[in-house]
């Protein structure tokens, strides 16, 4: 007979009761994922995030990217046995309970990604077991406890993104099994490395980036042997960068750029066999870079930037097979490009801009199929642009402004179709723009302003549906503006001015909707000013200056809603200025309509341009009085001399102040204070006109 005996239901033990009383605690939208915290479980062992030894005693409590809403819990006392607490991206607030200093056993402690405030508590310095401390991504205050060095088993201190205060603790030296320490994104964390950090033999990572750490890197650091990453940037070091930094054989990361180092770079950074990454840009280091670097034949990038480097690019960084970055502009760097610069197949970015560097640019660069991006600009180069720069088919960016450069813009250029961005102004290139330029279909930006170039613009370029800013001011093309251009439908920047193109404005030039700004000014473009221009309403700076524009001033100017500038002067316009162009809302920076052949008044319309500052109406046939201008409230520049003017000028500050130039030239103009024309001759007053010579008071 088999005897059937009731199940006897076993009591929680005291460690789950105290992980169920904290889990009453919390609010988060996750506690779901706690559904299985029951508390018939005669031991919390099965639990989600609970792991326990094979006493059934709670070890591990692991809880990541779960959203708790509440506090830590504070009663450890039943928790002895835990050596793993992971309570990270769970959305815990408060303070670090002092209490955690009293798991004997922890050997893991992370709560990173929290919003935890308050202090590191001492207490945590009593862990003697502890290997992990993770306190990153939190709110944390305070200095790092003195007594860190208490913690003699730990391998890992991460407290970055938190806002720490203080200095860095001498007692760090005695964390001699530390691997790694990063302790960035604290931002008044001070004072200097300490000497001691040198005792730290198996550092591997030592991170203290965007911090206000100072002072000289200590000598020491040179005993970090398995030091692999030094990332301290955008901090406050200064001094020379130790030469001892050569003896880190294991080094592959060195950050430290913005700062204000001093002194020159290493030559010892030779040694460094496994470097891949160089940073040192934003310092003050001087002197040459050092041909002992071409020796890190893995180096991936070099980046020297914006210090004040001088000498020649070392012709060893041929070696650098590896590379992927050259990066040394904002220098004094002279001598020329090294040929041997083509052996670098892997670069993608060379930045050389703003140096001193002459010579031509080499043929081997055509070598260098993965380049993407080429900035040679502001420097000294001359010679030809070499054709081989066709080769490089991966090229998206090549800026060769403000150089020597000759010769003709090399016609394969235009065959690179990832060619977004080609810069080349101000040098003393000269032929034609190829028309190849039509194949260079995801051409965005291309500047050639202040050049010798000739011909005409070729009518290939309408093929460039995606040109943006089209800049080719200052040389000597001819020809007239092509029709094709209409099919540029996302160009924004036009600038044409200084040629001698001529002819009228193409058809269709109303399709650039998407145009801001305009400058043709300075050419022979003739006829009417198309009413279609009107249709430009994205336009904020319009330039026709200086061209042979006749007829009147088109009315439809007014859905110009966006115009800061229009600059119409130097033309053979004719007509009355039109009441419309009162309706330019925007219309501050100037409106110049100098020049021309402009008659009748000016219109009342203009009062309602209370924006704008400049205001050059001189050299027309213009007449009435000058009282619409007195309410033009933000002029700053007013010129109307050489017209017709008449009456009074206005009696305000504004034009009290004007200098007699811009007044000139309109013989029935009279001063407030003075007698004007027949008054004069009834009274026997003396009176001032603005006809020419000095202007004389009451």
Partial sequence: MVIHFPCMALALNQQGQALLSWKQTLNGSSLQSLSNWDPNDATPCSWFGITCNFNNEVVGLGLK?????????????????????????????????????????????????????????????GLVR??????NSNELEGAIPDHIGNLTSLKWLTLYDNQLSGGIPSSIGRLSRLEAIRAGGNKNLEGPLPEEIGNCTNLAMLGFAETSLSGFLPSSIGRLKKLQTLAIYTALLSGPIPKELGDCDELQNIYLYE?????????????????????????????????????CVELSVIDMSMNSLTGSIPKSFGNLTSLQE?????????????????????????????????????????????????????????????????KCRNL????????????????????????????????????????EIGNCSSLIRFRASDNKLTGAIPPQIGNLRFL?????????????????????????????????????????????????????????????????????SSLTKLILGKNRFSGTIPSLLQSFSKLQLLDLSANQLTGQIPGSMGKLPALEIALNLSRNKLSGVVPEELTTLDKL???????????????????????????????????????TPFFAKLPLSVLSGNPSLCFAGDSCNADNRRNGMRHSTAGGGALVGP
Wanted: charged share 15%; aromatic share 4%.
């Fill in 613 to 651: 500052g400049i205001l050059d109406l001189s050299y027309n046939q213009l007449t009435g009085d000058l009282h619409v201008l007195a309410d033009m409230q933000n002029l700053v520049v007013l010129n109307v001399s050489n017209n017709g003017f008449s009456g009074r000028v206005p009696d």
């Fill in 65 to 125: 990217y779960v959203d708790l809403l509440g506090e830590l819990p504070s009663n450890f006392s039943s928790l002895s046995s835990l050596n793993t607490l992971i309570l990270s991206g769970t959305n815990l607030t408060g303070g670090i309970p002092r209490e955690i200093g009293s798991l004997p056993n922890l050997i893991e402690l992370d709560l990173s990604e929290n919003a935890l405030t308050g202090e590191v508590p001492v207490d945590l310095c």
């Fill in 396 to 435: 998206e960016a090549i800026d060769l402004s403000q150089n020597f450069l000759t010769g003709s813009i090399p016609s394969g250029i235009f065959e690179l179709e990832k060619l977004s961005k080609l810069l080349l102004l101000s040098n003393n290139l000269s032929g034609i723009i190829p028309p």
């Fill in 259 to 295: 700062n204000s180092l001093s002194g020159s770079i290493p030559s010892g950074l030779g040694n460094l066999r496994k470097l891949q990454n160089l940073l040192l840009w934003q310092n003050n280091l001087v002197g040459t870079i050092p041909s002992e670097i071409g020796n």
């Fill in 326 to 390: 050259l990066q040394l502009s904002m220098n004094q760097i002279s001598g020329e490009i090294p040929v041997e610069i083509g052996n670098c197949g892997k670069i993608t970015h060379i930045e050389l801009d703003n140096n001193q560097i002459a010579g031509t640019i080499p043929t081997e660069m055509g070598n260098l199929s993965n380049l993407t991006l080429m900035y040679l600009w502001q420097n000294k180069l001359e010679g030809n642009i070499p054709p081989s720069m066709s």
């Fill in 468 to 536: 943006n800013f089209l800049d080719l001011g200052s040389n000597r093309i001819t020809g007239v503006i092509p029709e094709e251009i209409s099919s540029c439908r996302n160009l924004t920047f036009l600038d044409l001015h200084s040629n001698s193109i001529g002819g009228n404005l193409p058809r269709g030039f109303e399709r650039l909707v998407t145009l801001q700004y305009l400058d043709l000014s300075d050419n022979l473009i003739e006829g009417a000013i198309s009413p279609g221009i009107g249709s430009l």
């Fill in 130 to 135: 502890l290997e992990r401390m993770i306190l």
